[in-house]
């Protein structure tokens, strides 16, 4: 490439660089210790990466319980994080993330040209969701990159022959079984793949041969990869097809949703309307109108899903998927607003909302990051209290956390939890719940008790009291705080007299 050729390319990407270098700068504005999720998929990273290469038992069936296939994302996040830590695996994350606001960019400019990209990589690029997934180790940011990858391939190819599109079908595949719960946007992107033939000038057959492939090699390279591997559907059923509901207010939900993403809903809104007011030979109103409306909607699926379980847990994650498709429309919106043309630069109007919402999304995003405690000071507590040697076995409520900062010096089975306990007295009587937990604290079963009095603090309150009742068995030796957004969590360390 010329000199001149690159300066002109540097030129025209100049806002897409200046849009993910502010992304990278607020996503390390958040700092934390580890989150109970990330330390769960890392730890069980290197478990299962120990497995591929020495066969080392894991110790547990990560399968039947993840929300995705343990043995991707996972195992590449574990690689990462063995050479550079956690902060390594969360810069993991940060890439997919802004790749995802690259393929934003190049999918917006696609289908409605370069303003309205600039604005749709600014509101996707620098909403909460992004900077939150941004900066956590979790599944979610490969999978959003992998739905964007999906979306750009079939607006890319539209008007390539219909059989290109099957290239969009293994990636889709890989992302519902990076995440299960992204088989909700895997329909968006076929119907996307049908639209943008019409959009672009092609005919309803045309689109509806293309639609009915990508689905069908989707449906079916999905249901050899559960007949490969059996054992991730009983994960599948618990985590996404049949997980348990709850009671929380349909109005928290809403709220939440607004809070996280509702404004480029709104946007999108908009760009649905200008989209319906366009016209022009290449570019037929109807499907176009259709095509911004199905990416807008997708913005709802994730609020209609834990608005039918009834919860809002990982609802601040899974509104972002919906941002991805809802991004692009959203930057049609605001700068049709903000009376863009192909030959001005981006108005004060325009870059005033898009500054607005980053300190926005900014001080949304903060306070959840911050929302689950710094473990620093429980690990540190804990590093001298554990070690090589037979029968020991440590009693935590959360022991994800402190599992994984201390797997050097732990093995997986002895760490136990205050979710289930099943335990066999000394005379042979099975006991579960309360009553396994008392007998144990009384046989001096447990070398370490930790309680935090997080989400089963009714029951720690009942540990607590036992292990008072014998203070020859166990002492308390540290109360360790641990600082959160909204207060300070405490660790109680009990550990055994002798």
């Not at 993330?97 to 309205?116: E, F, K, S």
Request: proline share 5%.
């Amino acid at each position: 490439m010329s000199l001149t050729a690159s300066r002109a390319a540097l030129r025209d990407r100049w806002p897409l660089l200046a849009v993910l270098a502010l992304q990278i700068g607020l996503a390390y504005l958040l700092a934390n210790t580890a989150f109970e999720d990330e330390a769960l998929y890392l730890y069980a990273g290197h478990r299962e990466l120990a497995f591929l290469l020495h066969h080392t038992p894991t110790y547990d069936s990560y399968a039947s319980y993840f929300s995705g296939a343990p043995f991707l994302y996972p195992v590449l996040a574990a690689l990462v994080d063995g050479a550079l830590g956690l902060e390594g695996a969360r810069a993991l994350s940060l890439l997919f993330m802004l790749g995802a606001t690259i393929l934003v960019w190049m999918t917006a400019r696609r289908l409605y040209g370069r303003q309205p990209a600039i604005v749709a990589a600014v509101l996707f690029g620098v909403s909460a969701p992004t900077l939150f997934l941004s900066r956590l180790a979790t599944y979610d940011a490969m999978c959003v990159f992998l739905l964007a990858v999906a979306l750009w391939l079939v607006v890319r190819l539209a008007r390539a022959n219909p059989a290109w599109v099957l290239c969009a079908a293994p990636v889709l595949v890989l992302a519902a079984a990076t995440k299960y719960a992204s088989a909700l946007y895997l329909p968006t992107v076929v119907v996307a793949a049908a639209l943008t033939v019409v959009a672009a000038g092609g005919s309803w057959a045309r689109a509806a041969v293309r639609g009915g492939l990508l689905a069908a090699a989707t449906v079916g390279l999905g249901w050899a990869a559960l007949v490969a591997w059996p054992s991730l559907r009983q994960g599948l059923d618990q985590t996404t097809v049949n997980r348990a509901t709850g009671a929380e207010p349909l109005a928290n939900i809403l709220r939440l949703s607004a809070v996280w993403g509702g404004w480029i809903a709104v946007l999108a809104v908009v760009g649905v309307v200008v989209a319906a007011r366009s016209q022009s030979p290449d570019r037929p109103r109807l499907p176009g109108t259709l095509l911004a409306a199905a990416l807008t909607v997708t913005a709802s699926f994730a609020t209609l899903y834990q608005a039918h379980l009834g919860t809002s847990v990982s609802l601040h994650k899974h509104v972002g998927f919906g941002l991805l498709f809802a991004a692009p429309v959203a930057g049609l919106g605001l700068a049709s607003a903000a009376r863009l043309n192909t030959a001005r630069a981006v108005p004060g109007f325009a870059l005033g909302v898009c500054v607005l919402l980053a300190f926005y999304a900014n001080h949304a995003v903060t306070p959840m990051y911050g929302g689950w405690p710094d473990s620093s000071g429980e690990v540190s507590a804990l590093r001298p209290l554990v070690g090589p040697g037979s029968n020991q076995r440590y009693l935590v409520e959360e022991n994800e956390v402190p599992r994984y900062y201390l797997a050097a010096r732990t093995e997986p089975y002895e760490w136990l939890t205050t979710y289930y306990f099943q335990y066999t007295t000394k005379s042979g009587t099975s006991l579960t719940g309360l009553p396994a937990y008392r007998a144990a604290i009384h046989d001096g079963y447990f070398n370490l008790v930790v309680l935090d009095y997080g989400p089963t603090a009714a029951l720690d309150r009942q540990l607590k009291a036992a292990l008072r009742a014998d203070p020859a068995g166990y002492r308390l030796v540290a109360s360790v705080p641990g600082r959160t957004s909204h207060g300070t969590q405490t660790y109680d360390i009990w550990q055994r007299v002798s």
